[in-house]
């Protein structure tokens, strides 16, 4: 995986503490989050986009202004993810969700096993600005073909604080944390959402990703770094008629 980690690595006796520490952090299971671990950029050619697109603006830098996006990280990393993003308002069109609404919102997911079994972290934007956890469920499926828009929970917070309100041309990073069934959601290093998302989250796994509805975004994605000692292979790409959502 060719990611530009954002770290200096130290001279002299502390280079040998160093490699351990890298080591253990790669070694940190996925069903876990170590707060050492430095976020890498994300290159294009390493996510698996399922529907709708993400055009690349050299480097690590992406632009998606599509109705409907749906992306997720060809390769098993702790559950932290981050995106900043740059907010340039609505698309030219729209596209209402699988239930018929229609919103104006992007967001994060944590532990994507499929379509049919991960964590959301969603800003909406409109109808309603506001943070919204969620956790989809549905144990035995694994294509939208079989789950469709079926077994979302949306998570109460244990504490929570408002999102800033979204101008074209706003800038601002949201950062979402999962340690075990702990979630943490982060704007601009500040804590938005904190809670507990239940043990069910924890009978799935999966990678990180991201998705959009109906708005502009120009973004930079960070992950952790890769668990290549529990993982061997990448979970590949699978198709927008199974990942659908």
């Not at 604080?161 to 500040?190: C, F, I, K, W, Y």
């Not at 507990?196 to 924890?202: H, K, N, R």
Request: aromatic share 6%; with cysteine; charged share 20%.
């Amino acid at each position: 995986m060719r990611m530009h980690v954002e770290a200096t690595m130290p001279a002299g006796r502390n280079f040998h503490k160093f490699i351990l520490l890298s080591f253990a952090a790669l070694s940190f299971g996925a069903g876990a989050e170590s707060p050492a671990s430095p976020l890498t950029k994300v290159p294009h050619e390493t996510l698996c986009v399922t529907e709708g697109a993400i055009a690349s603006l050299g480097g690590e830098q992406f632009d998606v202004s599509v109705p409907k996006m749906r992306a997720y990280l060809n390769e098993y990393t702790p559950p932290v993810v981050e995106e900043q993003f740059t907010y340039l308002g609505a698309t030219p069109n729209e596209s209402p969700l699988a239930s018929g609404v229609v919103r104006r919102q992007f967001g994060v997911k944590l532990r994507a096993q499929d379509a049919c079994n991960v964590v959301y972290a969603t800003w909406r934007i409109e109808p309603e600005s506001k943070l919204v956890i969620s956790v989809k469920s549905n144990p035995g499926e694994h294509s939208s073909i079989q789950c469709g828009n079926h077994g979302y929970r949306n998570v109460r917070p244990r504490k929570m604080a408002p999102l800033p309100a979204l101008q074209a041309g706003d800038v601002h990073t949201l950062r979402a944390e999962m340690h075990r069934a702990e979630m943490r959601v982060l704007v601009d290093s500040n804590l938005v959402w904190s809670g507990s998302v239940g043990s069910e989250a924890l009978d799935f796994d999966g990678p990180v990703g991201l998705r959009t509805d109906n708005v502009h975004l120009q973004i930079e994605l960070r992950a952790a770094l890769p668990l290549v000692p529990q993982f061997q292979h990448a979970p590949g790409c699978r198709s927008a008629k199974e990942e659908s959502d």
